[in-house]
């Protein structure tokens, strides 16, 4: 297969960090640099440090200037101030550098014209040289297998979720929100003002990518319009793809231009562009993180809006029901031998068998869970429901450390083996605002058995709303499951 | 003054416990009992526990009945099936009780004819012998200074703040949730099925207590509407009074009647009620918490929907700004002379002193915080705003076991400062979703210092608009602040 030009960003062979500085709590200080000496990428490939001022940083040789350093180096990461940046250019040029990305901020973004004149020319000389630039103003590359990360806190582990943001912040709240959900990253790319590197060429790059199955973006600016919604349209073609867009609002826009000189645009266009590709469009990084667990678990399957909810305490099935319907969620009365059937294993004082259910008072019948799951899987296969939405009892007691504990194994195995056999999508709903998640082992155990872990009914009735939606869109194109 | 009837469950002078059980994890066992033991209500007054099958329990004497317990017994807490309701009460008659507590459930809203007129009867001898009923099928009574509880776990300070719950799981997570932000209560009910003690009668009694400032209310049933809508318009009149309704779309209603018994309706209907009568309708728990925060700080005070935020990073800026937007909340432009006053101590590469002012990019500027707040607070006293949302640092780094750091002490001072001189309110914002908690000594701190602390933009734009349109409503009414 032919290599994708942005493989050299993917795939360096050394790197030098151009401008690290030695100061903790400096943004190019050690920390930033721990993205990549933690996970120990200088023990595999050459790392060069360059910082006049310094002869070594974290017992990692500095040089005076890029040119001082062994040949070849392929990636440069920048982070000297703007009025320097010209001459970096220069200087990887002569050295035959692939890619710079460019931390340094203080370009267009500045609302300065010199500076925007500046970041043009910039971006002119690095294409001359055919040197790609990642940014400028952006926190650049996660490549997991290639032990490549702006943040030391980001998993070592590679994953399937690919991660395209215009903003630093932003992915670094996707990457670690992803990992908090057991979920990882074939890579992440923070782009911010994209003057080279941009979303529609991320897009493709996503596309082609094996390792990559599902693509979640965060985008500020438009981009070149129509070359971002033809690229979104190929991604999405091939893969569930994911889209966040920051600025559609006045003060959003306004917010967008000051931090990567976006033009951004309204909600109501965005929504209309990824209906016409069979894109998702999320509304806050908790959707897309919604999202992005539901199509990667049975619950992308979900048939329709009619749920079977098991509610945990009467207040708490009031105020769930009418969470669920604010996004079209119904809860249809179960068949009387549905209701029979429960009864037998649901004491009738403080509970309910209607839906919601209310189990919240079995008392010493703990083993009347596995029964009601298996009773409300039937329910959903004989066709009383599209999807079971579980008050989650996973990780309940905890298990050492976040570790699945055996109870947590059995009832995954047990919804697997329903969900199999019913074709009903279950998912473990956590019981909301006030209790702690579930732990990232135990949301990892039950993603691997194909079973969505979500933080509230609100936000999983919200989820079947826009997979719904988005299934909706996809009528006609080949399936991507 | 005269005393209010529901006085007498209030200040009971002895408890009986009726069919306390002594197995660990049944609802009618220890755990209910320790919110009486763990605060010491038993050394203070009579704790009787009944219980033919035990001598003891927890260190406590059992009588075989209530009969056989000495007189004067105030207050039962009845945790018995329901089939030995009736002669409970019947009992509690001989023994001039005031008032029961019936924890025990299965009544009406079991949707068993027998059961709702079983119900009828038990109010019915009730009422005869002159005895307040709490319930069925509820939780009882939190009155922290008389040293009484349905949890262990609530706090054991006595504050400003009176929760009327028909949910006891409701009541949990309220009282909970204000504990969490470090504000307590006066007291709390929970009156389930509400057959005698209900809504309409706590709402007076809360309106006239003198340690009772705000009333927060979760309602299922609208119990005799024109009823309910007196009581809570005069409530209303003289605290503010915020109201959360369950039930209020179809599966919402169908578990409302399963949970207790009541007949619901529909959110349009409830939202026009609140707006008659001048309450605040609250959509979910967290909305309700957030304006008992906002109505016991200069928030309560906001004036328009206008406002300056101060974020915390670009992505985050920007979606912070789309998000307030979708609450009418707006972010203008700042006057020339702020951005200028701003450049001074916020660094232009990676920032913006536009609105939203994005200061991520302080390095070792610690000190530029306290001028930062000044010039916002002056451009909020100068017109530019009706509000400023400051992203919290509160609590960072925690000091420990939460407690409140010089820094966090300084902080407070200087926001007092500001909104006391500028009459603008100013709300310390958390980061949101992906960052822990304010500990609730800080947010104590806080409060009783007029700052809100709210746990996300949104969030915080949210209250601002609900307390936008409540004050609106009050227009012409008395001031209650």
Redesign the interface.
Known sequence: MAKHPLDVLFHPRSIAFVGVSRTP???QGPNFLYGLTKRGFHERKPLYLVNPNASEIEGIRCYPSLADCPAPVDHVICSV??RLALDLVDQAARKHVRSIHFF???FE??G?ADQAALERELIARARAAGIRVVGP?CLGLYVPAERISFSPDFPEQSGDVFVI???????L?LV??LG?RGVFCSGAVSFGNGRDVAAPELFDYAAQDPSTRVVVA?L?GAGTGRALLEALRRCALVKPTIV?K???????A???A???ASL?GSAQIFESLCRQVGAMRAE???EALDLVTGVRTALRGVRGPRAI?L????????????????HGV??P?LSARTQARLRAYVP???N?V???I?A??L??REGAWPEIIDIVGQAGRSGESDVVLLTSTLGSPAGKDGEPTDRDREMVARIERVQRRGGVPMVCVERG??SAPTSRQVQRLAQEHGIAVLPSMERAARTVELLLRWRAQREGLPSIF
């Open positions: 709590g400096r943004a101030p703007s340094t901020a203080g973004e500045s300065d103003n943001s215009q903003s630093g912040g932003n992915a709240e670690s929100g908090a965060y500020e966040l920051g600025g559609v609002s006045e003060g959003g306004a917010a967008a000051s931090h990567t951004a806050s990084l908790e909810m509610a945990s305490g009467g207040g708490f099935s009031v105020l769930a029901a009418d969470a669920v319907a604010r119904t809860l009365a009738a004082a403080g309910s209607r839906n919601p209310d919240s008072f008392d010493d605002w006030n």
